[in-house]
């Protein structure tokens, strides 16, 4: 069973349109920590946030927001007002003190085109 | 800003050649990774390092790579032969066990294997 599932393969929106990347996250550890990280088409991966298992405050960085709900296993980031630069492939990761040993499980990735 | 440097960024080579990537992980970094990217399988774990131990091995071939940290500011990824099936992206990562500051990823190196 995947670990990490990204089920929108694509998401297409036009420009300012609010936009959520949905992520669900499957694990035994009561210590965990969930990343999002942003691939745009040149390639880098940039990391964006990371959460632990035991803060379920919502996070907000500018027009980027992440609600960690334990109860449905899921870290879902949502864009304000996107905008044509946020077009990227977006990643959501669970890294696992014991199973995983730390070690990133990745999920597919959501490919977010922008229209202007 | 610190970076995680690796080289080369660009490598074509012929099957049966022998590939060396390199990556200087972030100083004070003790946590490496080593990922393969492609269209098919998307981030492949291939090593994990801590403390330049390998934790983790399991998702590299080992008949022809090998992974080591010959000291903390050095990690390297080399095939030996190459096969045109090891054309891919690589990343290196780095950052502290728990990634607390998140892990820091290089600019990968594009190898093709013609």
């Known amino acids: 069973a995947q670990k990490v599932t990204q089920a929108q393969t694509e998401i297409s929106v036009v420009e300012k349109e609010d936009v959520t990347l949905d992520c669900v996250y499957e694990?035994?550890?009561?210590?965990?920590?969930l990343f999002w990280y942003k691939q745009p088409p040149s390639g880098e991966l940039v990391f964006l946030i990371r959460?632990?298992?035991?803060d379920e405050q919502n996070e907000i960085s500018g027009r980027y927001s992440w609600n960690f709900q334990k109860s449905t296993s899921s870290f879902n980031f949502t864009i304000t007002a996107s905008q044509v630069v946020d077009s990227a492939v977006y990643f959501c990761?669970?890294?696992?003190?014991?199973?995983?040993?730390?070690?990133?499980?990745w999920g597919a990735g959501t490919k977010l085109i922008i229209k202007p | 800003d610190a970076r995680v440097t690796q080289t080369p960024r660009d490598k074509v080579t012929e099957m049966g050649q022998e590939v060396t990537m390199r990556c200087q992980p972030i100083?004070?970094?003790?946590?490496v990774f080593w990922y393969r990217q492609t269209m098919m399988q998307g981030l492949e774990l291939l090593a994990y390092?801590?403390?330049?131990?390998?934790?983790?091995d399991s998702g590299m071939p080992k008949d022809r790579f090998s992974a080591e940290m010959p000291d903390a500011t050095l990690a390297t990824l080399k095939i030996q032969p190459s096969e045109p099936r090891d054309s891919a992206v690589y990343f290196c990562?780095?950052?502290?066990?728990?990634?607390?500051?998140?892990?820091?990823f290089g600019s990968g190196t594009r190898l093709t294997v013609v």
């Open positions: 694990t035994r550890d009561t210590t965990y920590y």
């Open positions: 100083l004070g970094h003790n946590t």
């Open positions: 390092f801590r403390n330049r131990a390998p934790l983790d």
């Open positions: 959460r632990n298992s035991f």
């Open positions: 990761a669970l890294s696992e003190a014991v199973d995983s040993n730390y070690q990133l499980i």
């Open positions: 990562a780095s950052g502290s066990p728990t990634g607390l500051l998140g892990y820091t």
